[in-house]
């Protein structure tokens, strides 16, 4: 049975590089999306300081994203290609740093208490799947050494899920 181990977090890319092994663990030998989904989420959630929610959504039609597993408040279960931050890192097919979701135009806000988002589009194929989604309630939580670790992480899960 898989156990996470607690990382240290003063040294981002030693956090990841760590976080990465414990997911590389948890997820050897399963390939269920959902299962994977859950898993992640879950890791990344108990893992990473300061977060409100950790979660994935998945792209279920050419224009729309629908929620999948996370830890967190509930959350909007349909966002559409090209609104907030979800939904503008599919059309573009690229992460999305945002240190303040108040000021980026067309934010949807599922918990008011989000100040600061990344996504990570989830590619496979020359395809985008759908993304990881993590919010903070603290403005500017997120940095290019966060948005670096979680795209790692997003090609583990992918790699383990299809």
Known sequence: MFQAAKIDHSDKIAFYREL????????????????????????????????????FYFLKSPDELVLGPFQG????????????????????????????????????????ASRSELVVPLHHEGKILGVIDLDSPTASRFDTDDQAGVEVLARIFVQASY
């Open 73 to 112: 408040r509930t959350a909007c279960v349909r966002i559409a290609v090209g609104r907030g931050v979800c939904g503008t890192a599919v059309e573009k097919g690229v992460s999305i740093l945002v240190e303040d979701v108040h000021e980026f135009p067309g934010h949807i806000a599922c918990d008011a």
């Open 20 to 55: 990465s092994q414990q997911l590389q663990g948890l997820l050897q030998g399963e390939s269920d999306v959902i299962a994977n989904a859950a898993n992640t989420s879950a890791l990344m959630f108990e893992a990473m300081p300061d977060l409100n929610w950790a979660g």
